[in-house]
Every structure is written in C-alpha cells, then in structure tokens.
C-alpha cells in the first residue's frame, strides 16, 4: 500500500509520524512519501518538501511567500502524480491541502483521500466543507464535538481520539526530575520554571514572544525558560531574549512543560498539550491591526473561544487574550492569578482532569489506522 501524507508545520509532522508508525504496524508492506518534516522521516516517509518552507501564515505572510508557496504546490502535484498512491492522507493545513485534495481527485480518481486532523472549518471559512464534502473521501476527527458538525454538512466523519492525548503519553525523557532535565538541556535550577510556548512561525514569534518576555519577567521567582522550534535558526530568538535572563530549549516542549509550573501558550494545538501536562496556562495571540481587525475577526470566527481547551470543554477553562487584548501588563495579570496556591490555578487544574477523562485513553494513532486499512480494504 502506497501513502502520500502532507502535513504542513511541526505539531502535523508530530501526528503525522505516529500515524505512519501504526499504519506499519498494521500494514508492514506500507510505502510513504509526502510533504513533512524529521518525524515523518523518521517512519520511514520520503520527503518531497519540509514543512519549514511551508509555514506562512496569515493573509499578509501568504502574499509575500506567494511564489514560493506555488512553487511548493506545483512540486506537491507533480510528486503524487508520479508517484500514484493509493491513498492521499492530508493533515490539517486547509488551504494548501484542500487544493491537494481537489487535484487527487480530478487527475488520480480511483485514489482514497482521508482527512486526518481536519481544519477547522465549524470556526471560521465554514465554506471549505463544500470541498471537504466533494473531494475527501472520509474525516477523522480528532475533536468529539466534530462529528456532529461534519456530519450534518454531509461529510463522512468519525471521531478517532485526540493524537495529544497519545504523544504526551509517548513523550521521550517521560518522567525524569528537574535535575536530569537540567543536566541534559543546560536550564538552571533553584528556581521553579515558567515556560514560554511562543509559536512554531517566524509571525508568530515576533508578535508572541516581545511581550511573553516582559509580562513573564515581572515574576523573578521564576525562572523563563522558552520552547524553541527546532525549524527556526536559533539567532532569531536571540534578538529577543539578549535582554532578558532565559533559557531557550530545542525541540523540547513536552520536557519543558514537565518540568514548569506555569505557562503563556500561543493559541493551537499546544494549548491542549499543555492542559494534558497538567500545567496552568494563559492563552495568546498577537493579531496585526489593533481593535478593527480584532473586531472584524470577531464577526467572522463562529465560535467564542479558540483555544482547544475551551472549545473542548464547551466553557472557559483557560483565559485567552487575543489581539488589542493581548499585551505585557495584561498578561502579567493573569499570570499573578495563576501563580500557586491561587484559586483559580487550583481549579484549572481540576478542569484538566475533567478534560482528560473526555478524550479518552484509547491510543488515536492506532485507532485511525485500523479505520482507514478497514475502510480502503472494504472497497
């Protein structure tokens, strides 16, 4: 069996790769190639493009790179078509995947094209359902509330569970003490640590990370230690923390959040993370444009929160501070609200566990991986 799998930025290649690991378990004589990044490869996938050249975000980012991205695009057609999958598995990542989605199926019609990790169309661009309906062959939603959202579009749809719950359950280094972690990655000790999760783009990091720092720096019992994303060259945090006492780690979300006490998280998957790994967090996102673009997302984002945590949960679990909300003295608010023994860090932490229980233990990758060889088999 022959897969082509496309996942455009580091939390995709993440799922991606544990994916491919069941579907070898299942399926021994399986075949990969796609678009990703080091995990996938890792399974055994043949890349055709890494994701670190496809991380553009926002309308504005997108312009500036057009060309590079059409490039990648018309790279992306041409590998699938030479290659010939039997199956097309795209992962998140709408607007490139969706148009991968539509070409597989105008050009390679006999080719099952499964969506693992939909995009989030029940948020915002709910108009995408309309080629997620035509052109995908099945949905595996990884959101329990997705099902019902998908199906009444007339989508195929099934809920398989969430891949965080099966990758922070998998995590390396599971369970050393801050010690052992100190020792490996150089962070110092004495100081309980407040980790910085500040996005895995270069837009992200520049609109996130300046007040992430000043907000996170008015709590010197802390010690700041900030993710790095292992895509990004290591200069382009320099020009940020050279003013600031901090540590930045590589590659080492899971191990950092084991170890922290309190987070600021931008706003994706990594908010989700986060609550499985029991740490109290503020949820953020810096938006270009100040109160009008705030306001005119307002009206086209269908949902009232966007962070995971609470759209899961149905309720507020974590705050979120979005756009002309989002700044250092307001950030610094809600952090001294969470700093411990503080009620409402207490009763964060209760609403995890309560969250946790709603996802389920069941490992996803191995879930989805069944349905799908099931489902290609029983055509």
């Known amino acids: 069996m022959k897969y082509f799998v496309i996942a455009g930025e580091a939390s995709g290649d993440l799922h991606a790769s544990n994916l491919l690991r069941a579907l070898k378990e ?17 399974q055994g996938c043949k890349l055709v493009q890494h994701y670190r050249d496809m991380a553009y975000m926002g309308f504005v980012d997108v312009i500036i790179h057009l060309r590079t991205i059409l490039g990648i695009m018309s790279k992306a057609k041409q590998a699938v078509q030479d290659y010939r999958p039997d199956v097309v598995i795209l992962v998140d990542y709408p607007s490139f995947n969706l148009q991968m989605a539509k070409y597989v199926k105008k050009n390679l019609p006999g080719t099952t094209v499964f969506y693992y990790i939909a ?98 720096s008015a709590f010197p019992q802390f010690h700041i230690v900030i993710a790095g994303a292992p895509a990004l060259p290591k200069d382009l945090y320099n020009q940020y923390t050279k003013d600031f006492n901090c540590s930045v780690v590589y590659g080492e979300t899971y191990q950092l959040l084991q170890q922290a006490e309190l ?69 610094k608010d809600e952090l001294g609200k969470l700093v411990a023994p503080a009620e409402k860090r207490q009763r964060m932490l209760a609403e995890y566990g309560e969250l946790a229980e709603q996802l389920g233990s069941e490992p996803v990758s191995k879930r989805a991986a069944r349905e799908m060889l099931e489902r290609i088999t029983s055509k």
């Open 26 to 42: 299942q399926n021994p004589e399986a075949q990969f190639k796609g678009l990703g990044g080091d995990l996938m490869a890792a």
């Open 119 to 216: 995009p989030k169309v029940w948020a915002w661009k709910s108009w995408r359902v309309k080629s997620i309906r035509k052109y995908v062959d099945r949905v595996f939603s990884i959101l329990p509330f997705e099902v019902e959202w998908f199906g009444k579009r007339g989508c195929e749809v099934s809920y398989v569970g969430n891949p965080c719950v099966d990758a922070v359950e998998a995590r390396e280094h599971k369970g050393e003490t801050v010690t052992e972690f100190s020792a490996r990655t150089g962070v110092p000790t004495g100081k309980p640590l407040l980790a910085l999760l500040p996005g895995s783009r270069v837009s992200e990091l520049s609109g996130n990370l300046p007040d992430m720092l000043k907000a996170a």
């Open 263 to 331: 987070a600021v998280v931008t706003s994706g998957t990594a908010t989700l993370e986060t609550a499985l790994m029991r740490v109290p967090q503020v949820v953020v996102y810096q938006i270009a444009g100040g109160k009008i673009v705030y306001w005119i997302l307002r009206k086209i984002i269908r949902v009232k929160s966007v962070s995971l945590v609470n759209l899961i949960a149905d309720r507020e679990v974590v705050t979120e501070l979005l756009g002309y909300n989002f700044n250092a003295v307001s950030l």
